[in-house]
């Protein structure tokens, strides 16, 4: 589905993704993890084409996206929710969620499409739904949190990137996050591309991953195995991982 073929990316001089190479195949849950500073952020900015590879390839759906401006690739079905949310507060939780649907305004899709996927996230999230008039600004992180997920849900995206989405949220709230991502996974056939702080939760949550150190990948495998990796554990891991694919147990997913 997504292939990224050795891509380097600076800022102005400075080189910040040195040498990437990923693979994500449809329907797949795979996570980024890294210290702060690693290039995690910036590599989900190069894959929505918030920033562009000096040198290296990116191809979704066999297409060619390097140089793509970030419009055309949430058109071809990529939507990125970025690190702390970036709701616009200003304006109502309704009028955020038919931001994320511009596009297919645009392109003429139908209105009662795009009231499908407005009800469709309302039914993950009923809280939206009962603050729908509130000001964006006015919700808490976690509902925030919520309406990024939202936004970018109506798009109608097959590929999700998603940046700390557990950042400053309680532990119940992650869970009711984590537990509509599997969902969206499960019942939708939503390809997932994390990026988590909490290493544990990434760990347990998705199949295969990637550690970013300092601008190069450096470990990759499935997450059954990189729990067992000794230098995964000494230099990320403060509890040990029984299991990976084990959120029902950490998050009560049982029967999601």
Do not use: W
């Amino acid at each position: 589905m997504l292939k990224v073929e050795n891509v380097d990316v600076y800022y102005s001089k400075i080189k910040v993704l040195n040498n990437i190479c990923l693979n994500i195949s449809d329907r797949e849950i795979v996570t980024i993890i890294g210290a702060n500073g690693a290039g995690k952020t910036t590599l989900l900015r190069t894959l929505s084409g918030l920033l562009h590879p000096q040198k290296g390839k990116i191809t979704y759906l066999n297409c060619d996206i390097s140089k793509d401006k970030p419009e055309t690739i949430a058109q071809r079905g990529i939507s990125h929710i970025p690190q702390g949310r970036q709701i616009f507060g200003p304006l109502k939780v309704i009028d955020n969620l038919f931001l994320g649907a511009y596009l297919r305004f645009k392109k003429g899709t139908n209105k009662r499409e795009i009231d499908k996927e407005k009800e469709f996230v309302f039914s993950m999230f009923p809280v939206l739904k009962e603050r729908q008039n509130q000001l964006g600004g006015t919700l808490s992180g976690g509902e925030q949190q919520m309406l990024a997920i939202g936004r970018a849900l109506m798009a109608k995206p097959s590929l999700l990137l998603l940046d700390e989405p557990s950042m400053g949220l309680s532990p119940i709230v992650t869970r009711d996050i984590f537990k509509n991502l599997m969902r969206l996974n499960n019942d939708r056939g939503i390809t997932l591309l994390l990026v988590e702080q909490n290493v544990s939760i990434a760990l347990s949550f998705a199949e295969k991953a990637y550690v970013l150190n300092t601008g190069e990948i450096t470990i990759e495998g499935t997450c059954k195995d990189l729990i067992k990796d000794e230098r995964v554990k000494q230099a990320y891991l403060g509890v040990e991982i029984k299991d990976s694919r084990n959120v029902d147990s950490r998050f009560g997913l049982k029967g999601v």
